[in-house]
């Protein structure tokens, strides 16, 4: 689920409690973001690091343009990775994380310098292209056996 904290800016009582990411959608990928919430300034306890969780080859990206899904730098990282760099809202973060072959989560970085932290899921999609056989029997067969497979 992508958590409403994770779509506008938001400070209530002097804490940063929303930031605004962006889900650069890659055609035809492999890996979609199904999870991704902002820890914040409270619960990340002056921790700065991006929690995630994919089957694929995670990459810190930089810089981060609305709209970008490949990148002038791209980093191979782990599970758990070290956000240091900040901005002032209303810009947003210049730091995205992509997997291979997969979507982009990008605006990431410290709002305002403040200590926060994101949890982010790539999972793999199931995609299902038919052949293009030549008789008419067969190619409906297929579609079929396409159609079947989105009940998967």
Same mark, same amino acid.
């Given at each position: 689920m992508i958590e409403e904290n994770t779509k506008q800016f938001k400070m209530e009582e002097g804490k940063v409690t929303g930031v605004e990411l962006f889900i650069e959608k /890659?055609? *035809?990928? &492999?890996?979609? &973001?199904? @999870?991704l919430s902002l820890i914040d300034e409270t619960e990340a306890k002056g921790r700065t690091i991006a929690f995630c969780e994919s089957p694929s080859q995670l990459f810190l990206c930089y810089p981060y343009r609305k709209g970008r899904t490949s990148f002038e *730098? @791209? &980093?191979? /990282?782990?599970?758990e990775i070290v956000i240091s760099n900040y901005y002032n809202p209303p810009d947003y973060g210049w730091l995205a994380i992509k997997t291979e072959e997969g979507d982009v989560i990008g605006g990431l970085g410290l709002p305002y310098n403040r200590h926060v932290s994101f949890n982010v899921k790539f999972e793999r999609q199931h995609i299902v292209s038919?052949?293009?056989?030549?008789?008419l029997e067969t190619r409906i067969k297929n579609i079929e056996d396409w159609i079947n497979g989105f009940s998967l």
């Open positions: /890659v055609p *035809n990928s &492999i890996y979609k &973001i199904t @999870e *730098n @791209e &980093i191979p /990282v782990g599970k038919p052949p293009q056989p030549s008789d």
